[in-house]
């Protein structure tokens, strides 16, 4: 059975366990920190990063290229669509996601949740400001003016985009922090519905269990 090393909270985890349940894959999970990583990881993950997915004697990291090689291993459903351009486009939103997104919105998941929760600290709350009001709001407004209704972001069709942008929401979602749907409705109801999905709502209870 295949295998996915990394922990749940980790948003590139979630992007290939989202991925592997829309696609009805089953797998073992080893529960492996990104900091500090065991030896035998480094041997998989040269870059010391989680997830690594491992199928029989193959093993490969990084979410997107895991998530690539799923779609070539089981195409469908599909996660990536057929149309060149729509593709290209979904490859973006989720290299978006990936960069931007995450640097703005983890400062507030690291002070609210991961400091003190897992590191013994206190939340900077002056950092976790400063992203709230200055960081994340021009990420908002640029996903409010790239979603439409429904759960897929790019040509009606749920994609590999959908999971990647999805995925960063949880974690600002466990950091008790939503999209204000009176300054940015569109993007408010596209979140909720994706985090609807099977593939994500069972994910996201299993995680606020953990946590609670």
């Given at each position: 059975m295949p295998k996915v090393y990394g922990v749940n909270l980790s948003p590139f985890v979630r992007k290939v366990r989202v991925a592997l349940a829309e696609k009805?894959?089953?797998y073992e999970q080893d529960q492996v920190?990104?900091?500090?990583?065991?030896?035998?990881?480094?041997?998989?993950?040269?870059l010391g990063k989680i997830p690594v997915y491992?199928?029989?004697?193959?093993?490969?990291?990084?979410?997107?290229v895991i998530i690539a090689y799923l779609e070539r291993t089981q195409p469908e459903p599909p996660l990536y669509p057929s149309d060149p351009r729509d593709?290209?486009?979904a490859l973006f939103l989720e290299e978006y996601?990936?960069?931007?997104?995450?640097?703005?919105?983890?400062?507030?998941?690291?002070?609210?949740?991961?400091?003190?929760?897992?590191?013994?600290?206190?939340?900077?709350?002056?950092?976790v400001e400063q992203a709230l009001t200055e960081g994340l709001p021009p990420v908002l407004d640029y996903l409010e003016g790239q979603v439409s209704e429904?759960?897929?972001?790019?040509?009606?069709?749920f994609s590999v985009a959908d999971i990647a942008v999805a995925s960063f929401?949880?974690?600002l979602l466990h950091a008790d922090v939503k999209v204000d749907?009176?300054?940015w409705p569109k993007l408010a109801a596209y979140i909720e519905a994706v985090h609807s999905r099977p593939s994500f709502k069972s994910i996201i209870e299993e995680e606020a269990k953990a946590l609670a």
């Open positions: 009805n894959i089953a920190l990104p900091f500090g990583p065991r030896p035998e990881l480094m041997k998989i993950s040269p491992e199928d029989g004697a193959f093993t490969i990291p990084d979410s997107s593709c290209a486009r996601a990936d960069t931007r997104l995450i640097e703005r919105a983890q400062p507030i998941f690291f002070e609210r949740v991961v400091n003190p929760r897992f590191m013994n600290k206190e939340t900077d709350t002056a950092r429904g759960d897929a972001i790019v040509a009606r069709r929401f949880v974690n749907a009176s300054r």
